[in-house]
């Protein structure tokens, strides 16, 4: 097993060391850097330091995959002078250096996206877990809980409100940590958006607009969304940095959060919130169109193809629709978080076809440590990397079990309800009290998913000379 402490110093010494490291973050596979100099670090050097599963730009960052034990190896990093957990601070003379190239911009949108969602997680599968049991112990599945007990309640309505009604406020938060702005300032933004007068106004369907000091504004419940308030941190953030500029610092303490907000509330109210809430409205009729249009196949494509977004990044867009649809309709989403689902189960099939395969018991041992790692950990790099990239065939089990199963979800009509584990638990997000079938059709979408990739694999995943010196270093290990 790999030293930690080593494997950091290794790391960073790679990445041109701390010097070069103007910011660090951990997701939970991979330590993701940014760097003053991005031509340093050799990407294949870097994929044999002991204790790497592999390494790779993606979203503007350099990303070092470690596996369940990234934390550990970021604590470390961390000791060694690193500023980390926090927004990328450019200064003049670091802002004069960037390109703002059409993919540079994207690379830093992505990457403010990626950052302000994946914070969110752990609320969001937190709040939705609860939901998830409640549905599988109450009334339309097992039946152990009536609608009437107050355990039931808690579980399905207090714990899931708590986590999803005040996403702006959560995400507030989360986007002001990521632009270097007051975090509070990010949280007001938030409670302004879901402030109890104006959700009373949208609730009661009387008026369609109001007056924002003079200016007309829809009235609207922006609860449980993601789009208004994701769209205004980045203007309150540069609000803010002009607001600092040019109040005295003896006064900055009130009145930087007071012309800030006065600057926002209008321009949040009458146009960036509305325009968020009709995207996200947009966004969720296109992706049932898409579902709809494209049917299974549509599911199976995506079944088969999301592993490889996931090593480009760019399942970070997809996630960010998927959850602005999950958090906007009651009925979930039949397509994008359906066929990543199934996909997880197809990757972890891949690594376990291989432990059937192999012969050599040190290689063999390693790749069933990688199915666990997802059954369990509910993490897919270890298989990607570990069998994917070091036995490439084994991809075909990948994209095959992922389109079979993506196929069998979308004839079968399986709806995903919300953002649940990634582990062998993510099937809970297909239950649902108004759709009963969903969960075992969906579990069962993913078995056959996980059956057909181990299959590919265990038949044709091997060219005959990687088997011949797979046989030979099991002999050779048995005789030592």
Request: aromatic share 10%.
């Amino acid at each position: 097993m790999a030293d930690n402490a080593q494997t950091a110093k290794d790391v960073l010494a790679a990445v041109g060391g701390a010097e070069n490291v103007t910011n660090l973050i951990h997701c939970i596979t991979r330590l993701r850097f940014s760097l003053k100099d991005e031509s340093i670090p050799a990407i294949d050097e870097i994929k044999k330091i002991p204790g790497v599963i592999g390494a790779q730009w993606s979203g503007g960052q350099f990303q070092v995959i470690i596996g369940q034990n990234v934390t550990k190896v970021y604590d470390e990093v961390m000791k060694l002078g690193i500023t980390g957990g926090g927004s990328i601070d450019i200064d003049e003379g670091d802002a004069a250096k960037f390109e703002w190239t059409p993919a540079n911009v994207g690379g830093v949108i992505l990457n403010y996206l990626s950052k302000t969602m994946v914070a969110m997680i752990p609320i969001m599968m937190g709040g939705a877990f609860f939901r998830t049991v409640a549905t599988l112990l109450g009334p339309s599945l097992l039946g152990l809980w009536t609608e009437d007990m107050q355990v039931y309640q808690l579980f399905n309505t207090w714990m899931y409100n708590a986590a999803f009604y005040f996403i702006p406020i959560y995400l507030g938060y989360s986007a002001a940590k990521q632009l270097g702005c007051s975090e509070m300032l990010g949280m007001f933004m938030g409670g302004i958006l879901i402030c109890p007068d104006l959700v009373a106004l949208a609730q009661a369907g009387e008026v369609a607009s109001v007056s924002v000091m003079g200016i007309p504004a829809p009235v609207a419940n922006y609860g449980q969304t993601v789009l208004p308030i994701v769209l205004c941190m980045p203007v309150l953030a540069q609000v803010e940095k002009l607001m600092k500029k040019i109040v005295p610092d003896m006064l900055s303490t009130v009145f930087v959060p007071f012309l800030t907000m006065l600057v926002m509330v209008p321009v949040a109210y009458c146009a960036l919130a509305p325009l968020g809430g009709w995207l996200g409205q947009g966004v969720g009729t296109a992706l049932f169109a898409f579902g709809e249009f494209g049917g299974f196949i549509a599911v199976a494509v995506i079944g088969a193809l999301w592993s490889f977004l996931v090593m480009t990044g760019m399942h970070q867009v997809l996630i960010v629709l998927a959850i602005t649809q999950l958090l906007s309709s009651p009925a979930g989403d039949p397509c994008v978080t359906v066929g990543g689902m199934i996909a997880q189960w197809a990757t972890w099939g891949i690594a376990f076809g291989a432990f059937l395969r192999l012969k050599n018991k040190e290689e063999k041992m390693a790749q069933l440590g990688y199915a666990l790692s997802g059954i369990i950990g509910g993490v897919t790099e270890p298989e990607i990397y570990g069998t994917g990239f070091k036995y490439t065939r084994t991809l075909a089990g990948m994209v095959g079990g992922g389109f079979i199963g993506g196929a069998l979800a979308g004839i079968f009509g399986v709806h995903n309800y919300m953002l649940a584990a990634t582990n062998v638990l993510c099937v809970m997000g297909f239950a649902s009290p108004n759709n009963p079938n969903s969960l075992l059709l969906g579990t069962l979408s993913a078995v056959v998913a996980f059956v057909a990739s181990a299959a590919i694999v265990f038949f044709f995943g091997f060219s005959k000379e990687q088997l011949e010196e797979d046989r030979a270093a099991a002999e050779a290990a048995k005789a030592a």
